[in-house]
C-alpha cells in the first residue's frame, strides 16, 4: 500500500462500512473485497478487518449508550456465549472458494429480506421483551453458533441477530440493533485474538479502516436512535437486497 489514495479509500469505505454495520450489517462484503484489492491476502484480509469492527463496534456502543439506549445485562449474556463461538469460528477459518458460497449466501440474505417483508408484525407496545428463562436460554444457543459464523467470516451475520432478536425476544428494531453491535464487539474480541495469534493482522491497514469505521458507526448509532424502528426497517431491506445482487451477479 503506497499510493496516498489507498489511505483516502480505506477511511471512506471504513465510514461506509462502519454506518452500514452499525444500521443493519453486511458491510464486510464491500470492506474484504477492497482489503483484498489492496494486496492483502484472504485470510489476512479478514483478520485485518476486525480490528476495524472491534473499533466500530465499540464506538457504536458508546454512541447508543449516550443516547440513553442498553440492553445491559442480556446482551452480555448473548455476547459471552457468541464469545466462545467465534473462538471455533476464527480457529476453522479458511479462504472461501468459488462461487457457490456467495449464491447460498445471497439466498439466505433475500430470505431476510422476505422475512421482514411478510412476517406479520410484532405489536412491541403491546408485548413484553422475552428476556429471561427459555428465551434467555434459546438465545444463549443461538448465539453460540451465530459466534462460529461471525469468528468464521461474520459478513452478512448483523440481518440475522436483528431478526432473531425482534422475532424471538420481541425487542423493537432500535433495541435489537443496539444489543447486535455489542454483541459483536464481545465476540469480535476472542477472532481478533485468533487472528492476531496466527499473525493474520495488517496493523496499519486495519487501524486506518478503523477511523473510517469508526467514524461511520458513530454517526449510525445516533441516527438510527433519532430515527427509530421504521427507518431501521427500510435500511435493513435496501442493504439486504443490494448484497444480494452483488453476491450473485458481482463476485
Known amino acids: 500500500m503506497e499510493e496516498w489514495y489507498h489511505y483516502a479509500l480505506l477511511i471512506i469505505v471504513g465510514f461506509a462500512v462502519g454506518f452500514i454495520n452499525t444500521l443493519a450489517g453486511g458491510g464486510s462484503l464491500l470492506s474484504l473485497p477492497v482489503l483484498i484489492f489492496l494486496g492483502l491476502p484472504s485470510n489476512v484480509a479478514n483478520g485485518t478487518n476486525r480490528v476495524a469492527i472491534v473499533i466500530q463496534t465499540a464506538i457504536a456502543t458508546a454512541g447508543f449508550k449516550s443516547k440513553?439506549?442498553?440492553?445491559?445485562?442480556?446482551?452480555?449474556?448473548?455476547?459471552?456465549?457468541?464469545?466462545?463461538?467465534?473462538?471455533?469460528?476464527?480457529?476453522?477459518?479458511?479462504?472461501?472458494?468459488?462461487?457457490?458460497f456467495n449464491k447460498i449466501l445471497s439466498m439466505v440474505m433475500m430470505a431476510v429480506v422476505l422475512i421482514i417483508i411478510f412476517k406479520p408484525k410484532i405489536k412491541i407496545a403491546d408485548l413484553e421483551e422475552r428476556l429471561a428463562g427459555k428465551y434467555l436460554w434459546v438465545g444463549i444457543i443461538a448465539f453460540f453458533f451465530f459466534g462460529i459464523y461471525g469468528g468464521f467470516i461474520n459478513a452478512g451475520l448483523g440481518f440475522i441477530m436483528i431478526l432473531f432478536l425482534h422475532y424471538v425476544n420481541h425487542m423493537n428494531l432500535v433495541r435489537a440493533n443496539v444489543t447486535k453491535v455489542a454483541v459483536v464487539f464481545i465476540y469480535m474480541l476472542s477472532a481478533l485474538a485468533v487472528f492476531v495469534l496466527n499473525d493474520k493482522v495488517n496493523w496499519k491497514i486495519?487501524?486506518?479502516?478503523?477511523?473510517?469505521?469508526g467514524t461511520g458507526a458513530w454517526f449510525a448509532s445516533r441516527i438510527s436512535v433519532n430515527k427509530g424502528d421504521g427507518f431501521i426497517k427500510m435500511f435493513l431491506i435496501v442493504m439486504v437486497v443490494i448484497m444480494s445482487i452483488k453476491l450473485w451477479f458481482f463476485n
Open 68 to 100: 440513553g439506549v442498553s440492553t445491559f445485562p442480556f446482551n452480555v449474556y448473548l455476547g459471552v456465549s457468541a464469545f466462545l463461538g467465534s473462538i471455533i469460528g476464527a480457529n476453522i477459518a479458511v479462504d472461501i472458494k468459488g462461487d457457490t
Open 206 to 213: 486495519g487501524l486506518i479502516l478503523a477511523i473510517g469505521n
